[in-house]
């Protein structure tokens, strides 16, 4: 079964420090995998996207990561801002039957304190 | 801003009533999508529509209703809705060229919070 899952389900971290969020897929055959930043009271807003071929890929203060082997990518984010107090949402696609679908996890609710 | 825009931004509503959520994107796209977002849960693909052509109904209950009247424009009607479905309703859209789900990146509206009592 296509399944992404992501932990911790919650992360409160105080302001200045680095965290690491983790996303767990069992989809096949992979295509990508994106990583969304989602606001309170806004839609999810894409951070990276990263392919079968990439391992690491940068967006500011946000550093993905991507392991095909084991399928496992991480979100590390330094030097962490009040900002930065959002869901993170882990998004893999798959390609089958020429169309494309994606596979949600559930988010990391990241909680910043000053 | 995305450039997604979504209106009414909380709607609360009995069982008995009928209304319709609006989605308006400026980016020039051709797909757009509706999510259902719940708490702690993934978010759920309800519909998707290519160049005003429906091209996904993931099973979803007829008491949702969508209408895309042109690429721009993406409608959800609500009828006799019940508890279950409150949550948060999500629009976005894409640039794409062939049916279904996009490989490209998608833009997401602000959503509406829908309570039914």
């Known amino acids: 079964k296509n399944q992404v899952e992501q932990s911790p389900q919650s992360l409160i971290i105080l302001e200045g420090k680095n965290c690491t969020l983790q996303?767990?897929?069992?989809?096949?055959?992979?295509?990508?995998l994106r990583w969304y930043k989602q606001d309170t009271g806004r839609g999810p807003v894409s951070l990276t996207i990263?392919?079968?071929s990439e391992n690491t890929k940068s967006n500011g203060r946000y550093t993905a990561t991507l392991d095909a082997d084991t399928k496992q990518s991480s979100l590390h984010i330094t030097a962490s801002q009040l900002s930065d107090s959002a869901s993170y949402i882990c998004?893999?696609?798959?390609?089958?039957?020429?169309?494309?679908?994606?596979?949600w996890g559930a988010g990391t609710k990241l909680i910043i304190k000053p | 801003e995305t450039g997604v825009t979504q209106t009414p931004r909380h709607l609360v509503m009995g069982m008995t009533n009928k209304k319709s959520l609006k989605c308006e994107q400026h980016?020039?796209?051709?797909?757009m999508y509706w999510y259902k977002q719940s708490a702690k849960k993934p978010l759920e693909l309800m519909f998707v529509?290519?160049?005003?052509?429906?091209?996904e109904n993931n099973s979803v209950p007829s008491r949702f209703s969508p209408e895309c009247p042109n690429s721009s424009h993406l409608f959800l009607h609500l009828h006799t809705l019940q508890p279950e479905d409150s949550a948060l309703y999500l629009c976005?859209?894409?640039?794409?060229?062939?049916?279904?789900?996009?490989?490209?990146?998608?833009?997401f509206g602000p959503g509406t919070r829908l309570t039914v009592l």
């Open positions: 976005a859209s894409s640039q794409d060229g062939g049916a279904g789900v996009s490989y490209n990146e998608q833009f």
């Open positions: 990263m392919t079968f």
């Open positions: 998004v893999v696609s798959l390609f089958m039957d020429s169309n494309y679908q994606l596979i």
């Open positions: 980016l020039g796209h051709n797909a």
């Open positions: 996303c767990n897929y069992t989809v096949s055959p992979f295509s990508n």
């Open positions: 529509y290519n160049f005003k052509e429906q091209t």
